[in-house]
Each structure stands twice: as C-alpha cells, then as structure tokens.
C-alpha cells in the first residue's frame, strides 16, 4: 500500500505538481495517483464543487427570494 506521503500533490501557491509531502499542507491540494491527475487540480476542483453545489440546491430548494427582488418599480 502507499501512503500519501508517495502521491502526488498541487501546489494551490506555484501551480506546481509535487510528489511526496514537499510543501506545508495547507498549500497543498491532493493526494492525486498520479502526476498527470495532479496537474488537473484545479479542473478537478472546479468540477467537485459545482457537483457539491448542485446538490446541495437540488437538496435544499433555491435560495428564498428576497421582498427586494420582488419590487416593481411603476414609472406610470
């Protein structure tokens, strides 16, 4: 088995794909199996948190609409 310390990671600072626990964790992205779905970080993230919040609407309902965005304005 590897541990994640033998993964590969995105460094969310430099852009860069790390392998192994080279920067703080906090600048870290990951554990990714493999350099190339590394570097896709950022898609990757992209894609989950629209999946998340999708669900969560889905889940949820919409947002409440607010008395503010139901006035009309009468020019007449």
Do not use: Q
Request: net charge negative; aromatic share 8%.
């Amino acid at each position: 088995m590897t541990g994640d310390s033998e993964k590969y990671w995105y460094n969310l600072t430099t852009g860069e794909v790390e392998h192994g626990f080279v920067s703080a964790h906090v600048d870290r992205a990951g554990p990714f199996d493999s350099a190339e779905e590394a570097a896709r970080a950022p898609e990757i993230i992209k894609e989950r948190s629209r999946a998340w919040a999708e669900e969560e609407h889905r889940e949820d309902g919409p947002a409440p609409v607010s008395a503010a965005d139901t006035l009309e304005t009468d020019e007449n």
